[in-house]
């Protein structure tokens, strides 16, 4: 089992749709959730970071983390061509005292006009 | 402000040879991470600086990896005896200091190794 595992893609969505991006992890005491957004040729830019169960919103981003489940998710309303990138959720593992981030394979999300 | 800076943007390299590459941090973030980034492995975790403390090698995937960081700023990641399963995006992130802060990722060095 991978460590961090992503929702097989690509996933493809209408404008102005809700893309729903999902995550499970393996370590039960990791302790902090994010995910990143990479647009093709860049480098990775952090979009929403979690730490606690329930939600968090950001703007038209919302995270959920539920931890009894090891799982964690992206909510996009509202979705926009701009939208369209490989989103990756990462975690920092339980018993680690600095940011080591453990990466999913990442989700291809494209966004159709 | 500026931000993470890598170089080169890209190298090209012949198999067996020596590359280097080179991160600037942010200035004042005290904690420096490289990261590699290939299309069968993702993006995996190389090494973790921080300030003056023994780094964490744990991800270094072989003896022919190596990394310094000198004066608590720039860092030099060198690959030995360059072999073609090297090729990856290698990129170089920094945060200002604790596991929640935010890392910074540069643009990263793509390294092709013929």
């Known amino acids: 089992q991978k460590e961090v595992e992503q929702n097989s893609g690509p996933l493809s969505v209408p404008e102005g749709a809700i893309a729903s991006l999902n995550c499970t992890y393996s370590d039960r005491v990791s302790q902090s959730f994010f995910w990143y957004r990479q647009y093709s040729g860049k480098s990775p830019e952090l979009i929403m970071s979690i730490y606690s169960n329930g939600d968090k919103e950001d703007g038209r981003f919302t995270a959920q983390l539920n931890k009894a489940s090891q799982y964690v998710s992206l909510l996009i309303r509202d979705s926009q061509p701009s939208d369209s990138a490989t989103y990756l959720c990462a975690v920092i593992r339980g018993g680690t005292s600095y940011g080591k981030l453990t990466f999913g394979q990442g989700t291809i999300l494209t966004v159709h006009p | 402000g500026a931000g993470v800076s890598q170089s080169p943007s890209n190298k090209v390299t012949e198999k067996g040879k020596d590359v280097e590459l080179r991160c600037d941090p942010i200035?004042?973030?005290?904690?420096l991470y490289w990261y590699r980034q290939s299309l069968g492995q993702g993006l995996e975790f190389l090494i973790y600086f921080q300030g003056n403390s023994a780094p964490d090698k744990s991800g270094l995937p072989s003896d022919r990896f190596s990394a310094e960081r000198t004066g608590g700023s720039v860092s030099t990641l060198t690959i030995q005896r360059t072999q073609q399963e090297d090729s990856a995006v290698y990129l170089c992130?920094?945060?200002?200091?604790?596991?929640?802060?935010?890392?910074?990722f540069g643009p990263g060095t793509r390294l092709t190794v013929l």
């Open positions: 200035s004042g973030h005290t904690a």
């Open positions: 992130a920094s945060s200002p200091k604790g596991s929640r802060d935010t890392q910074y």
